[in-house]
T-cell receptor
Framework: AQSVAQPEDQVNVAEGNPLTVKCTYS??????LFWYVQYPNRGLQFLLK??????LVKGSYGFEAEFNKSQTSFHLKKPSALVSDSALYFC?????????????FGGGTRLMVKP | EAQVTQNPRYLITVTGKKLTVTCSQN?????MSWYRQDPGLGLRQIYY???????DKGDVPEGYKVSRKEKRNFPLILESPSPNQTSLYFC??????????????FGSGTQLSVL
């Protein structure tokens, strides 16, 4: 079975500081990993994905994520946070051994960037 | 403009009164899916469809029905809604690479309240 965990309900960071939003996963095969962002009263928007290849994936709005197979993690990062980055962030995983095509989402992490 | 359109945006109904939430995408995507979002639980998949006339259960299918008669439309049907189905619902679509989800595009959501 595939699962994903976001251990922090909320992350607070000052504007201009680096930010990290954590995600760990569990799969039996190879992971396909995604990050999505949800702004208030909006649907989720795609940020980036890891399928295979380089462990550092670059995405939209200056975000990047690092795939770490040994730690089964896919943390989202940004070198310098903006107030406008404040939103709800979701990590998602699909197991390559999953015969279906279900994507499992984490519970979400609220990012608060203070001026 | 490429988009996933859900209607209605808000819906208040009473227990047992059948309702349908519509979802339409204009990107010719094979894959479509319904999720519900509840506080602390993140997004949970209700049903998904890999193509016309092909639907599969997600994590929480009980009390819901779907159909995929046309590629662009994927309505969610609640035959006899109950208060525990009060939630924020999202429809999403994605192109497929082989059987792999490439990138989900989400609708703006439907806030359903069942009294």
């Amino acid at each position: 079975a595939q699962s994903v965990a976001q251990p922090e309900d909320q992350v607070n960071v000052a504007e201009g500081n680096p930010l990290t939003v954590k995600c760990t996963y569990s799969v039996s095969g190879n992971p396909y990993l995604f990050w999505y962002v949800q702004y208030p009263n909006r649907g989720l928007q795609f940020l980036l994905k890891y399928i295979t290849g380089d462990n550092l994936v670059k995405g939209s709005y200056g975000f990047e994520a690092e795939f770490n197979k040994s730690q089964t993690s896919f943390h989202l990062k940004k070198p310098s946070a903006l107030v406008s980055d404040s939103a709800l962030y979701f990590c998602a995983v699909r197991d390559s051994n999953n015969a279906g095509n279900m994507l499992t989402f984490g519970g979400g992490t609220r990012l608060m960037v203070k001026p | 403009e490429a988009q996933v359109t859900q209607n209605p945006r808000y819906l208040i109904t009473v227990t047992g009164k059948k309702l349908t939430v519509t979802c339409s995408q204009n990107m010719n995507h094979e894959y479509m899916s319904w999720y519900r979002q509840d506080p602390g639980l993140g997004l949970r998949q209700i049903y998904y469809s890999m193509n016309v006339e092909v639907t599969d259960k997600g994590d929480v299918p009980e009390g819901y029905k779907v159909s995929r008669k046309e590629k662009r439309n994927f309505p969610l049907i609640l035959e006899s809604p109950s208060p525990n189905q009060t939630s924020l619902y999202f429809c999403a679509s994605s192109p497929l690479s082989g059987r792999r989800i490439e990138k989900l595009f989400f609708g703006s959501g439907t806030q359903l309240s069942v009294l």
